[in-house]
């Protein structure tokens, strides 16, 4: 190698860092002018499973049992108040998921390993969540006042069925905070089944019945599985937290018993329904080998994703309920 040559290599040799560094300046640039629409995109993202939409199905049927009960009793129905009444009790729930995601974090009951990490891993921060909660809850009152508006349900009747599912939204972790004394199993089985099936049965009739409260108890006891399997998949870090659930209190061998009773129970009822009055409320028993399945799985300990599929368990029961209600013969149910 000639002295041209040596002295040609060094010269490149020194200039290939140069080089390189334009190379990643400029995919530095590019990779920044990318960066606000996968963040906002992220956000929205976040601000959705934030909400826990899996858990929907706990608002959404009890709607649409409610306004099948009144449409069997009235023979009409009215779709803005269904929708209407869909969006009010969607947008309470979705506030009440983040209350709970707000205050769980807070008390130190969320980590790493929870279901929701929302907060803990940093997607939201605490005040995000706060003013995502105060915009539903005001979305709902928004919405609220639109079906008194169109409804001729009393405004009392309508405010103490409102208010009285968004004060239980709130406090079931917020303010005396139900689910950390034992008593989120008594607040949710009253809220997402008699109360949710009696403002759509309301707002749609124009007054209120009892009926409604005896047709959600096999839904209550559905939802009501949905959030017993939570707690028992959750009990040794509730435990950790200092914070008592209803499963805490019995203990495993209990809590599957519960479990076990609030899966099959409504299919009890169902039968009962099917053989005394119309064949059509045999059809929510098509979902039966779920239950089973789902049963399996909590008795064997593996709580992998357990309250998701029962909540796909508890919209699924639901539909093929209200399709039973919808299909029945005039006069045939009780009550109707």
Same mark, same amino acid.
């Given at each position: 190698?000639?002295?041209?040559?040596?002295? /040609?290599?060094?010269?490149?040799?020194?200039?290939?860092?140069?080089?390189?560094?334009?190379?990643? $300046?400029? &995919?530095a640039? &590019?990779? &920044?002018?990318?960066?606000?629409? %996968?963040?906002?995109?992220?956000?929205?993202?976040a601000y959705?499973?934030?909400?826990?939409?899996?858990?929907?199905?706990?608002?959404?049927?009890?709607?649409?049992? %409610?306004?099948? @009960?009144?449409?069997?009793?009235?023979?009409?129905?009215?779709?803005?108040?269904?929708?209407?009444?869909?969006?009010?009790?969607?947008a309470?729930?979705?506030?009440?998921?983040?209350?709970?995601?707000?205050?769980?974090?807070?008390?130190?009951?969320?980590?790493?390993?929870?279901?929701?990490?929302?907060?803990?891993?940093?997607?939201?921060?605490?005040q995000?969540?706060?003013?995502?909660?105060?915009?539903?809850?005001?979305?709902?009152?928004?919405c $609220?006042?639109? @079906?008194?508006?169109?409804?001729?349900?009393?405004?009392?009747?309508?405010?103490?069925?409102?208010?009285?599912?968004?004060?239980?939204?709130?406090?079931?972790?917020?303010?005396?905070?139900?689910?950390?004394?034992?008593?989120?199993?008594?607040?949710?089985?009253?809220?997402?089944?008699? @109360?949710a099936?009696m403002?759509?049965?309301?707002?749609?009739?124009?007054?209120l019945s009892?009926?409604?409260?005896?047709? &959600?108890?096999?839904?209550?006891?559905?939802?009501?599985?949905?959030?017993?399997?939570?707690?028992?998949?959750?009990?040794?870090?509730?435990?950790? $937290?200092?914070?008592?659930?209803?499963?805490?209190?019995?203990?495993?061998?209990?809590?599957?018993?519960?479990y076990?009773?609030?899966?099959?129970?409504?299919?009890?009822?169902?039968?009962?329904?099917?053989?005394?009055?119309?064949?059509?409320?045999? @059809?929510?028993l098509?979902?039966?080998?779920?239950?089973?399945?789902?049963?399996r799985?909590?008795r064997?300990?593996?709580?992998?994703?357990?309250? /998701?599929?029962?909540?796909?368990?508890?919209?699924?029961?639901?539909?093929?309920?209200?399709? %039973?209600?919808?299909?029945?013969?005039?006069?045939a149910?009780?009550?109707?």
């Amino acid at each position: 190698m000639g002295p041209a040559d040596l002295v /040609q290599k060094i010269s490149i040799s020194a200039e290939s860092p140069r080089g390189s560094e334009r190379n990643d $300046a400029g &995919a530095a640039l &590019a990779g &920044a002018e990318r960066v606000p629409p %996968g963040t906002w995109r992220q956000k929205c993202a976040a601000y959705v499973l934030a909400l826990r939409p899996w858990s929907f199905s706990a608002s959404l049927t009890p709607v649409a049992l %409610g306004s099948a @009960l009144a449409y069997r009793a009235e023979g009409a129905l009215n779709p803005g108040l269904l929708v209407g009444s869909a969006v009010t009790v969607l947008a309470v729930h979705g506030a009440g998921n983040l209350v709970n995601t707000y205050y769980d974090f807070s008390k130190g009951i969320d980590h790493k390993k929870s279901d929701d990490r929302t907060l803990v891993d940093q997607i939201l921060e605490p005040q995000d969540v706060v003013r995502f909660g105060v915009f539903l809850y005001t979305v709902g009152c928004i919405c $609220a006042a639109g @079906l008194y508006a169109v409804s001729t349900l009393k405004l009392e009747h309508l405010a103490l069925i409102y208010f009285g599912g968004l004060s239980s939204s709130f406090l079931y972790t917020g303010g005396i905070g139900f689910k950390y004394v034992a008593l989120g199993d008594v607040v949710i089985l009253i809220t997402f089944g008699p @109360l949710a099936v009696m403002f759509a049965h309301a707002v749609q009739v124009g007054y209120l019945s009892v009926s409604p409260l005896l047709y &959600a108890i096999p839904l209550a006891l559905s939802t009501e599985a949905i959030l017993h399997s939570n707690n028992t998949r959750d009990m040794e870090s509730d435990q950790q $937290a200092g914070i008592v659930t209803l499963a805490i209190l019995i203990g495993p061998a209990f809590s599957y018993i519960l479990y076990t009773v609030l899966l099959f129970l409504p299919y009890l009822i169902f039968c009962v329904l099917a053989t005394r009055y119309t064949i059509s409320m045999a @059809l929510p028993l098509l979902t039966i080998p779920m239950a089973f399945s789902l049963e399996r799985q909590f008795r064997s300990q593996s709580f992998n994703k357990i309250p /998701q599929r029962t909540a796909k368990l508890n919209l699924l029961l639901g539909l093929f309920y209200v399709f %039973g209600i919808t299909l029945a013969p005039a006069g045939a149910l009780p009550k109707l």
